[in-house]
């Protein structure tokens, strides 16, 4: 099977990327399962029911999230009760939601995918690595395709956790940053990996942000509001193939579109 996962989507100009975008992408790659990371879908700082409404009108399945999940009120409730939406599995106990779940393709096949977070540059968080070990071992007793979105600052993080879990899982993908790496490749044993997918917002800003709030911001130090950057609006994601029987991965390929 193919799964397409979409880079962190960023406000209003992501996603409006994704409506350009993610039709034409399904079609041309017959993709069975979407999944998009939404952790900064409301101006750049987290989710509301509206934005995840607008999220799933366009045929994304599921989505991940991540440092920002907790930045509208709202999420509190849309995580404890919405199961298409995951935090990251390794917030300590009391917090609301799932960190993984099983879902079904359009095709009828079982997709299990686990929601973790890095510590490294980050909050201080309970163990990716152990809680990877608990949340692998509820999804595999349904699922043979996994995909592990593995929200993260450090690439060193990131690449463990890809190695840790080579060969148990299909796919390591690494968002948070919002750059996209040219690093997507298979391991040894059969899992795909790549360290950051990309961001599905602004193409003209720094990581979503007007370049101008960025640069007097670190020229002077100084706080200064974001905002998010207008203009055009780029689409990133990765498309995944998959052993239905096996639950390896045959191939990974970027995408990378801009809007005209």
Known sequence: MKILFIGDIFGKTGRRALKTSLGN?????KADFVIANCENLAGGFGFTRETLNEVFA???????TGNHVWDKKEALDITANDQRVLRPANYPDGAPGRGSGVYTSKSGVKVGVINLMGRVFMDALDCPFKAAER????VSADAKIILVDMHAEATSEKQAIGHLLDGRVSAVVGTHTHVQTADERLLTRGTAYI???GMT???HSIIGVRPDIIMKRFLTKLPERFEEAAGPGQFN????????????A???????????
């Open 237 to 248: 994601a990765v498309l995944l193939e998959v052993d239905d029987e096996t639950g390896k």
């Open 135 to 138: 949340e692998l071992a509820k």
């Open 58 to 64: 366009t045929g994304v399945d599921m989505v991940t």
């Open 250 to 260: 045959k191939g990974i390929k970027r995408i990378q579109t801009v809007e005209s």
């Open 201 to 203: 917002g602004p193409a």
């Open 195 to 197: 360290t950051d997918v």
């Open 25 to 29: 992408v399904v079609e041309m790659f």
